[in-house]
T-cell receptor
Framework: NAGVTQTPKFQVLKTGQSMTLQCAQD?????MYWYRQDPGMGLRLIYY???????DKGEVPNGYNVSRLNKREFSLRLESAAPSQTSVYFC????????????FGPGTRLTVL | DQQVKQNSPSLSVQEGRISILNCDYT??????FLWYKKYPAEGPTFLIS?????DKNEDGRFTVFLNKSAKHLSLHIVPSQPGDSAVYFC??????????????FGQGTILTVHP
């Protein structure tokens, strides 16, 4: 089992460019999450998907869109990247939204110039 | 509005001694608390958790204490080992309201255990 995988590991964008961060899990989990981690801020929830076919905003959704492609995959899209979106992005999954323990991927380090 | 706070950015401890990491929360709807450990260039990994119906939970060298009246929890690591050096995040979730199904994280505490 690979657990939660994320691609790419690193990315550098110019302001205004777009990109999609990919996430997949092989644990047959129903719920998936996207977080960003910034220095001194901990992890903040961007979007989550309680189950296949549903998505909801988290604490910091502005500038992002998500797609729950199927039960395994949950992607995060930046339509027009801004320097404020420079961060480390983590994807996570859990059995379902009532189950508190979440399993995290290794992260994507994104720099927007 | 930081609902989960870890007021100590860093902690330095000697190998073999006790490490105590603290966490405070403000949201009364939180009823489940978790600690995650994170090494550089890796994702956070689950360490230990506690439900609000308990005041203590142990797992080997790790013990979490919950004081609901003070809205405070702490993680004790005894004895501390150099491999425990990492960033520790406190997280909370609730069964109702806007916190349902979501984790709210603290800012993290960098623990360094010196040999």
């Amino acid at each position: 089992n690979a657990g939660v995988t994320q691609t790419p590991k690193f990315q550098v964008l110019k302001t205004g460019q777009s990109m999609t961060l990919q996430c997949a899990q092989d644990m047959n989990h129903n719920s998936m999450y996207w977080y960003r981690q910034d220095p001194g801020m901990g992890l903040r929830l961007i979007y989550y998907s309680a189950s296949e076919g549903t998505t909801d905003k988290g604490e910091v959704p502005n500038g992002y869109n998500v797609s729950r492609l199927n039960k395994r995959e949950f992607s995060l899209r930046l339509e027009s990247a801004a320097p404020s979106q420079t961060s480390v992005y983590f994807c996570a999954s859990s059995k379902d939204s009532s189950y508190n323990e979440q399993f995290f991927g290794p992260g994507t380090r994104l720099t927007v110039l | 509005d930081q609902q989960v706070k870890q007021n100590s950015p860093s902690l330095s401890v000697q190998e073999g001694r006790i490490s105590i990491l603290n966490c405070d929360y403000t949201n009364s709807m939180f009823d489940y608390f978790l600690w995650y450990k994170k090494y550089p260039a890796e994702g956070p990994t689950f360490l230990i958790s506690i439900s609000s119906i308990k005041d203590k939970n142990e797992d080997g060298r790790f013990t979490v204490f919950l004081n609901k009246s003070a809205k405070h929890l702490s993680l004790h690591i005894v004895p501390s080992q150099p491999g425990d050096s990492a960033v520790y995040f406190c997280a909370a979730s609730g069964k109702g309201g806007t916190s349902y199904g979501k984790l709210t994280f603290g800012q993290g505490t960098i623990l360094t255990v010196h040999p």
